[in-house]
């Protein structure tokens, strides 16, 4: 990521979480790197597994938020 390989990055979550599903780290990383490179549809459903993984979070309605910024430019 801090390269800006994002295809090959979000190559690397996919593949960390068919291992464990249960990361919401994870899950949240690859929804920023589907969204810089425009996959909006991917990066909301990551997102959203985010949130139903850590309701509770911290930075959920930042995250939230995000996903109504993805779904405006689906």
């Known amino acids: 990521v801090s390269e800006k390989r994002f295809q090959q990055a979000a190559d690397l979550y996919h593949q960390v979480l068919i291992i464990a599903p249960w ?36 930075d959920g309605r930042a995250a939230q938020d995000k996903v109504y910024v993805w779904q405006r430019k689906m």
Request: aromatic share 12%; hydrophobic share 45%.
């Open 23 to 58: 990361w919401p780290g994870g899950h949240f990383n690859l929804a920023l790197v589907l969204s810089d490179i425009g996959d909006f549809e991917g990066a909301v459903n990551e997102m959203q597994r985010y949130l139903a993984l850590v309701p509770e979070a911290p």
